[in-house]
C-alpha cells in the first residue's frame, strides 16, 4: 500500500489461508501480483478531514450516490468501541485489526507489510458500527506473496462482512457496491462522506502495477452499510 493515496496491505502468505483451501486461481492470481508488486505496499487514500480537503456537501455529491441503507431501515450507530477482527466469508477473510494513523505525507499509513494476515482500521474515525464512515484498509499483496485483501475486488452488492468489536458485539455490514478509482483522481468526498448513518469502506490496491513508482495506480473500494447488529 505505498502510492500516493492511502496504501492498502499487499501481502501474501499462509496465514490469510488460515484453515482454509484458497482456490487454485486465487494462489495463481496472489503470486503473479507479488512478481509485479516486488517492492510495493498497499495505497490508501487521505480522509477529508485529516487533510484539509474540501467537507462534503450536497452540491459536491455524486449525481447517482452510492446505494446505502435508508434512516428508516438501517440500524441506528452504535457507541464507539474498537473493531478486533473481520471476517468475509465470500473471500475467506478472517483477521485481526491493527490501527492505522495519518503519517507525515499525509496519507493513511499501511499495515504492517511483515503480516499477510493484517487489517488495518482510521483509529480517529468513526469505529465500524458507529454512525460516519469508518475506514478499513488491508494490503492486497506482499513481497512474500498474496494477503488479506487479494480477493477484494471480486465482493458483490449483498456480500455481507462481519466486524467483532472490543465491547462483544458483532456487527454486520451488507456491500452495496466495489469500484476501482485511480488514485491520481481519487473522490475523497464521495468515499468519505458521512452520511448521516453506519458505514464501511474497505481499500486496497488495483490496477495495473506502476514499477518505476512501485505501486499500483488504483484504489478498490468496497461501499457498505450497516445491516444489523448483535452481543456475542
Known amino acids: 500500500m505505498a502510492a500516493q493515496q492511502p496504501s492498502e496491505a499487499d501481502s501474501a502468505s499462509p496465514a490469510l489461508g488460515r484453515s482454509l483451501l ?39 455529491a455524486p449525481a447517482s450516490p452510492t446505494p446505502s441503507a435508508s434512516p428508516s431501515t438501517a440500524p441506528p450507530g452504535l457507541p464507539p468501541s474498537e473493531p478486533e477482527r473481520i471476517s468475509i466469508k465470500s473471500i475467506a477473510v478472517d483477521a485481526p485489526f491493527t490501527p492505522l494513523a495519518i503519517g507525515p505525507s499525509g ?29 478499513v484498509a488491508g494490503h492486497v499483496d506482499t513481497k512474500t506473496g498474496p494477503a488479506v485483501f ?16 472490543e465491547d462483544g458485539s458483532v456487527v454486520t455490514f451488507k456491500v452495496d457496491s466495489v469500484e476501482t ?4 483522481d481519487f473522490p475523497n468526498d464521495r468515499v468519505y462522506a458521512d452520511k448521516g448513518s453506519a458505514q464501511l469502506r474497505l481499500i486496497t490496491c488495483g490496477g495495473l ?3 518505476k513508482a512501485k505501486d499500483y495506480k488504483d484504489n478498490v473500494v468496497v461501499f457498505a452499510h450497516l445491516a444489523s447488529a448483535k452481543n456475542t
Open 209 to 211: 502495477y506502476d514499477k
Open 150 to 165: 487479494l480477493l477484494l475486488s471480486t465482493l458483490k452488492a449483498g456480500n455481507t462482512v462481519d466486524i467483532t468489536r
Open 181 to 184: 478509482f485511480s488514485k491520481a
Open 107 to 135: 496519507q493513511l499509513n499501511a499495515p504492517p507489510a511483515n503480516d499477510p494476515n493484517l487489517a488495518g482500521w482510521f483509529k480517529d474515525g468513526a469505529t465500524p458500527g458507529e454512525r460516519g464512515t469508518s475506514v
Open 22 to 60: 484458497w482456490p487454485v486461481a486465487a494462489v495463481g492470481l496472489g503470486f503473479l501480483l507479488v512478481y509485479n508488486s516486488f517492492d510495493a505496499s498497499a495505497g490508501v487514500p487521505p480522509t477529508p478531514s485529516m487533510v484539509s480537503l474540501p467537507a462534503p456537501s450536497a452540491s459536491s
